[in-house]
C-alpha cells in the first residue's frame, strides 16, 4: 500500500505532526498546521503575535517589517521624507514630526503594483527583446564567420594569382638569361674563330721563314716580306663578357605590393537595437516630422564673406555661421544681421582645409601644412591630432562625439578615413570587401596645394557616412562600420551638361544628402540610399562648402562670387 505521506498524489499534511490533512495556516510563521496542533505551535514561541488563519485564507495577513530601532515593535507606517518603514514608538519619538507619513500597506499596495507591471514588462517585452537580441548577434556571428571565410578565400586566391605571375615572371627572366648567355658566347666564339685563324697565319708565316733562314737560297731569304711581325704585333681587342646583375626587390616591401589589410573594429551604438514593443518607442517619437520638398526653393539671406576662395561653412548655431577659405582667417558671421562678428586667425602661412562644430559647440579644423587637427575653446586653438605619413582633409563630428577625419597619404597614393576619439584612433574606413580602394588616389600636387582637400565628409542620422569624392566624381556612402553602401555619380541630363564635381556635402534632418556641383553650379538632394530627388539652382556660382542648421535651411558658400546663401528647400 503506498504511505500517504511520501505520495505524490497525497493531499498537504501538517508540517508539526506530518499526519493530518492540513486545515489551518500561520501567517506568522508561514507553517501549514491541523487544527489539533494549532496549540501546540502558538505555545512554542509565545513571544510572536501568530495570525493562524484557516488553509485557504493563508498569506491574507499582512507581514509588517520589524523596527529597526524598537524591538519587538512591527512598522505599520511609513515616513515618506525619509523613505523608511516606522514603527508608532517611533512616531512618538518626535523623529519624524512634520514628516509626511503613510500606512505601510498603502506603500506597499503602491509597490506591489509597480513591481507587477515592471514585471509584466520585463517578462513581454525586455525579456523578448533580449531574446531578438541574442539571435541578432548570433546571426552576426555566422555571418562574421562566412565574411571572413570569404575573406580568407579572396587572399588565397590572390595568392595564387601571385604565384602564377611570379611563375611566368620567373620563367621570362631566365629566358632572358639564356638569351642574353648565348649572344654572348656566339660572339666570343667568333671571336676565338678568327685568333685561331691568325694563329694558324702565324705558324704558316713561321715555317716558312724556317726554311727560307735554313738553306742557301738567297732568293728565298728576299722572298720574306720586309716587317713580317709587324702585322702580328697589333693584338686582337679584348672582349670582356659583362654579365647582367639580378637585383632583387626587397621583400619587406612585398606585403605592400600584395596587399594590406585594414583594421578590424567593433563599433558601439547604443540606439542601434530598438525595444520590441507594439507602443511607439521613445526613439520613434522623437523622429523628426516628414517635410516635403518645395516646388522651387527660395534664397532667404545674401552675404558677402570677402573670401578669395571661400570653401568652407559650418553653423555655429541657427544664428551665427562660421566660414574658412584659401588663407589663414576663419570668420563668424550672423546670418541674420549679414555682419562679421569675429575672426580667427591662426599661423601665417597655414591655414584650415575644412572646419566643423563638436556637440558642445567648439571650432575643429584640420590643417593639412601643419599635418594636424586642432581645436579652437575660448579662443585658443589646441592641437588634438598630428598625423605622420597622413595630410588630413575633410573632418566632421558625429553624434557620438567622434571625429571623421579623410587624409591622404604622403606619397599621395592612398586615401582613408580615421574615426577618432579625442586622440585615439577607433576605426579606419579605406577598403571594400574585395580589397580594393574606397576613395580615390593620386591626386595631383597642383590641386593638393590650391585646393588642400578633394574630399569633404559628413556623417548622416543613420550613422552612414557620407564623403563627396571629386576626384572619383562620386559621392561614396558606407555604413558605420565601414561597408560600402553606394555611389552616387550625378543625375543626367546636368543642368550644364557638365562632369559631375561634387564639393561639399551635407545632410538634413530628413537623412537627404545634399552636394554641391560647382561644375554644374547646383547642389543635388539625394534620398539616403543614393536615390536622386532634385537639383537646388538658386542662380548659383561655383557652390562649394554646404551645411545646414536646426530649420533645415541649406547654408552654402560660392567660390565663383564670394558669397553665402541661405536657401529655404523644404516646406
Known amino acids: 500500500m503506498m504511505d500517504p505521506r511520501t505520495s505524490a498524489q497525497d493531499v498537504m499534511r501538517c508540517d508539526l505532526c506530518e499526519t493530518a490533512v492540513v486545515q489551518m495556516h500561520c501567517d506568522t510563521c508561514l507553517v501549514n498546521l491541523c487544527k489539533a496542533c494549532v496549540g501546540e505551535h502558538i505555545s512554542t514561541d509565545e513571544s510572536k503575535d501568530h495570525k493562524v488563519v484557516k488553509f485557504q485564507s493563508r498569506k491574507s495577513t499582512p507581514l509588517y517589517p520589524g523596527c529597526t530601532s524598537h524591538t519587538k515593535q512591527q512598522c505599520t507606517m511609513y515616513c515618506n521624507q525619509c523613505d523608511i518603514p516606522v514603527c508608532t514608538k517611533c512616531i512618538a519619538s518626535g523623529q519624524h514630526l512634520g514628516h509626511e507619513l ?24 525586455i525579456y523578448p527583446t533580449y531574446q531578438d537580441i541574442a539571435s541578432d548577434v548570433q546571426n552576426r556571428m555566422s555571418q562574421l564567420e562566412k565574411e571572413y571565410g570569404d575573406l580568407s578565400t579572396a587572399i588565397t586566391k590572390h595568392g595564387e594569382d601571385w604565384h602564377r605571375e611570379i611563375d611566368k615572371f620567373v620563367k621570362k627572366l631566365k629566358a632572358e638569361v639564356d638569351e642574353m648567355k648565348n649572344t654572348q658566347l656566339q660572339t666570343l666564339q667568333k671571336h676565338l674563330d678568327e685568333i685561331n685563324k691568325t694563329m694558324s697565319d702565324i705558324k704558316d708565316e713561321i715555317d716558312s721563314t724556317d726554311i727560307a733562314t735554313g738553306t742557301n737560297d738567297l732568293s728565298k731569304l728576299f722572298s720574306v716580306p720586309h716587317s713580317l711581325i709587324n702585322t702580328y704585333r697589333n693584338l686582337p681587342q679584348k672582349l670582356e663578357p659583362i654579365l647582367p646583375k639580378f637585383i632583387p626587390g626587397k621583400i619587406q616591401e612585398l606585403s605592400k605590393l600584395f596587399g594590406v589589410l585594414s583594421s578590424s573594429s567593433l563599433i558601439s551604438d547604443k540606439h542601434g537595437y530598438r525595444m520590441k514593443t507594439t507602443q511607439k518607442s521613445p526613439e520613434a517619437g522623437s523622429s523628426p516630422p516628414v517635410k516635403q520638398l518645395l516646388d522651387e526653393p527660395e534664397t532667404v539671406t545674401t552675404i558677402a564673406i570677402g573670401y578669395g576662395q571661400p570653401l568652407n561653412v559650418a553653423c555655429l548655431s541657427d544664428e551665427e555661421i562660421l566660414t574658412s577659405g584659401h588663407n589663414n582667417t576663419m570668420k563668424l558671421f550672423s546670418i541674420n544681421q549679414g555682419s562679421l562678428l ?40 589646441e592641437e588634438v591630432i598630428r598625423l605622420q605619413n597622413w595630410i588630413p582633409h575633410g573632418v566632421c563630428s558625429t ?93 543626367t541630363p546636368t543642368p550644364k551638361n557638365q562632369p559631375f564635381y561634387p564639393r561639399g556635402i551635407t545632410t538634413d534632418s530628413q537623412s537627404h544628402i545634399l552636394t554641391a556641383d560647382d561644375n554644374n553650379e547646383v547642389v543635388h538632394i539625394i534620398d539616403q540610399d543614393g536615390q536622386f530627388l532634385r537639383y537646388i539652382d538658386c542662380g548659383l556660382s561655383e557652390p562649394w562648402g554646404l551645411c545646414t542648421d536646426t530649420n533645415d535651411n541649406l547654408l552654402v558658400v560660392e567660390n565663383g562670387n564670394r558669397k553665402m546663401k541661405k536657401i529655404k528647400y523644404l516646406k
Open 399 to 491: 553624434s557620438s562625439g567622434d571625429l571623421l577625419v579623410i587624409m591622404v597619404s604622403n606619397d599621395n597614393k592612398q586615401t582613408k578615413i580615421v574615426r577618432y576619439s579625442g586622440s585615439t584612433e577607433k576605426q579606419t574606413i579605406q577598403f571594400n570587401d574585395q580589397g580594393r580602394p574606397l576613395y580615390s588616389s593620386k591626386i595631383p600636387v597642383f590641386f593638393m596645394l590650391i585646393f588642400d582637400k578633394h574630399c569633404y565628409i559628413t556623417e548622416n542620422r543613420n550613422l552612414d557616412i557620407c564623403v563627396s569624392d571629386w576626384r572619383a566624381n562620386a559621392v561614396v556612402v558606407v555604413c558605420q562600420a565601414g561597408k560600402l553602401r553606394f555611389r552616387y555619380t550625378g543625375h
Open 102 to 125: 503613510s500606512e505601510i500597506i498603502q506603500i506597499a499596495e503602491e509597490k506591489k503594483d509597480k513591481i507587477i507591471k515592471e514585471v509584466i514588462e520585463l517578462r513581454e517585452t
Open 342 to 381: 569675429k575672426s580667427i586667425t591662426i599661423e601665417l602661412g597655414k591655414h584650415p582645409s575644412d572646419i566643423t562644430v563638436t556637440k558642445s559647440g567648439d571650432l575643429v579644423y584640420t590643417d593639412p601644412y601643419d599635418r594636424t587637427v586642432n581645436i579652437v575653446k575660448n579662443e585658443k586653438i
